[in-house]
Nanobody, 124 residues
Framework: QLQLVESGGGLVQPGGSLRLSCAAS????????IGWFRQAPGKEREGVSC????????KYADSVKGRFTISRDNAKNTVYLQMNSLHPADTGIYYC?????????????????WGQGTKVTVSS
């Protein structure tokens, strides 16, 4: 069974950092673009970042550029999202998703496989 599992969420103060992980089981991530998405309470899901299968291409939403960094370790079958200088507006459920066509897009419609999400709360 193909499965993505996010971890690393939690409560952090404004200005703090978190690193999210997206681990795959049942398949190898080597050929998949991976995207990170988030959904704040009462808002639609939005694309945050994505990375191509080989890691050579990355994209970021304007709201997180310069603060978030996406990376992957295919040997560990895991993709990471390092989040620095967190704002309360970054609060939400963060999801990772896999695109077997390796398109690295920020639109959710490009992704076939989704994790269950990890909650991030930025608050003092």
């Amino acid at each position: 069974q193909l499965q993505l599992v996010e971890s690393g969420g939690g409560l952090v103060q404004p200005g703090g950092s978190l690193r999210l992980s997206c681990a795959a089981s049942g398949f190898t991530l080597d050929y998949y673009a991976i995207g990170w998405f988030r959904q704040a309470p009462g808002k639609e899901r939005e694309g945050v970042s994505c990375i191509s299968s080989g890691g050579g291409s990355t994209k970021y939403a304007d709201s997180v550029k310069g603060r978030f960094t996406i990376s992957r370790d295919n040997a560990k079958n895991t993709v990471y999202l390092q989040m620095n200088s967190l704002h309360p507006a970054d609060t939400g459920i963060y999801y990772c998703a896999g695109d077997p066509w390796d398109r690295c897009a920020l639109g959710s419609r490009f992704y076939d496989y989704w994790g269950q999400g990890t909650k991030v709360t930025v608050s003092s």
